[in-house]
């Protein structure tokens, strides 16, 4: 089976844009999560996304926001980008039952400007 | 919420030898406990996982031990070699991975001296 893809791979914006970052999961996985990797905080759950709902959710502002399709990707949104938003964006799919393993994507890496 | 301590942040150890990285949790609710490994530029890959219900588990040179009552949990690596070396995280999830989301620690990152 093909890994978990993520688009794009590196990004580069300005303070007060937007973002929309993509995650193709493993075929058949329903839950795709998404973290943010950074130096100082190491990796942080965002939230999570199974059948199209959001399941859980982290401590980030309401700035990042996500969607999940009937196909199973999903895509996650950050408005009015900061200087501190600059990370490593990573996705993990598991099929979605309780214990599954996750399997993480290469990540994206964005840069604010 | 759950808060995932791992130590040490950085280990060095000869090659040939065991490397051990240890990770304490705070919610005892918590019930699925995985380590990941992750080299430069590249993703977190999954090397081993634990469940609640064991107290130990083995693959090859890896090992995992579980304490549900001191809330704690180990990375064991015995013979190590050049490419054990990267950054490994601990985490924590109650229920399992997905629905919850996992909390990672800080990482250790493991240097195999030659």
């Known amino acids: 089976k093909a890994g978990v893809t993520q688009t794009p791979r590196y990004l580069i914006k300005t303070r007060g844009q937007q973002v929309t970052l993509s995650c193709s999961p493993i075929?058949?996985?329903?839950?795709v999560s998404w973290y943010q990797q950074t130096p100082g905080q190491g990796l942080q759950f965002l939230f999570e996304y199974f059948s199209e709902t959001q399941r859980n959710k982290g401590n980030f502002p309401g700035r990042f926001s996500g969607r999940q399709f009937s196909n199973s990707r999903s895509e996650m949104n950050v408005s009015t980008l900061e200087l501190g938003d600059s990370a490593l964006y990573l996705c993990?799919?598991?099929?979605?039952?309780?214990?599954?393993?996750?399997?993480f994507g290469p990540g994206t890496r964005l840069t604010v400007l | 919420g759950e808060n995932v301590e791992q130590h040490p942040s950085t280990l060095s150890v000869q090659e040939g030898d065991s490397a051990v990285i240890k990770c304490t949790y705070s919610?005892?609710?918590?019930?699925?406990f995985p380590w990941y490994k992750q080299e430069l530029g590249k993703r977190p890959q999954l090397i081993i996982d634990i469940r609640s219900n064991v107290g130990e588990k083995k693959d090859q040179r890896i090992a995992v031990t579980l304490n549900k009552t001191a809330k704690h949990f180990s990375l064991h690596i015995t013979e190590t070699q050049p490419e054990d070396s990267a950054v490994y995280f601990c985490a924590a999830s109650i229920t399992g991975g997905g629905a919850d989301g996992l909390t990672f620690g800080k990482g250790t990152h493991l240097i195999i001296q030659p």
């Open positions: 993990a799919s598991s099929p979605g039952g309780h214990g599954d393993t996750q399997y």
């Open positions: 075929s058949g996985h329903r839950s």
């Open positions: 919610d005892s609710a918590s019930n699925y």
